[in-house]
Nanobody
Framework: VQLQASGGGLVQAGGSLRLSCAASRRAFSSNSMAWFRQSAGKEREFVAGIGWSRGASYYADSVKGRFTISKDKTENTGYLQMDNLKPEDAAVYYC?????????????????WGQGTLVTVSS
């Protein structure tokens, strides 16, 4: 599965952005999807995930209530709606699919990755 992330940019603290993850085929109809982020000097961390069967969603505590993960009906594109952004949310955001491991929080649980999109939040 090939993934293409987009939608990053510069936003002021308190603002919003919507990231998109386009898949090469109907990947999300049979694959879970997740968003991770990585800032300079830090490890890649889980942000949000959505299961493929029931569409159950999961969030890191740091973004719960501010971010929303979803996927469209065609199952070709996933989204991460980010509201009330904070400077600490600034990072390169990656979408991932093909969950092969049991843990949502581990990058090694996912077999396919997009190239990343940069989110910058000014204070």
């Amino acid at each position: 599965v090939q993934l293409q992330a987009s939608g990053g940019g510069l936003v002021q603290a308190g603002g919003s952005l919507r990231l998109s993850c386009a898949a090469s085929r109907r990947a999300f109809s049979s694959n879970s999807m997740a968003w991770f982020r990585q800032s300079a000097g830090k490890e890649r961390e889980f942000v949000a995930g959505i299961g493929w069967s029931r569409g159950a969603s999961y969030y890191a505590d740091s973004v719960k209530g501010r971010f929303t993960i979803s996927k469209d009906k065609t199952e070709n594109t996933g989204y991460l709606q980010m509201d009330n952004l904070k400077p600490e949310d600034a990072a390169v955001y990656y979408c991932a699919a093909q969950k092969i491991g049991s843990s949502w929080y581990s990058p090694s649980s996912f077999g396919s990755w997009g190239q990343g999109t940069l989110v910058t939040v000014s204070s």
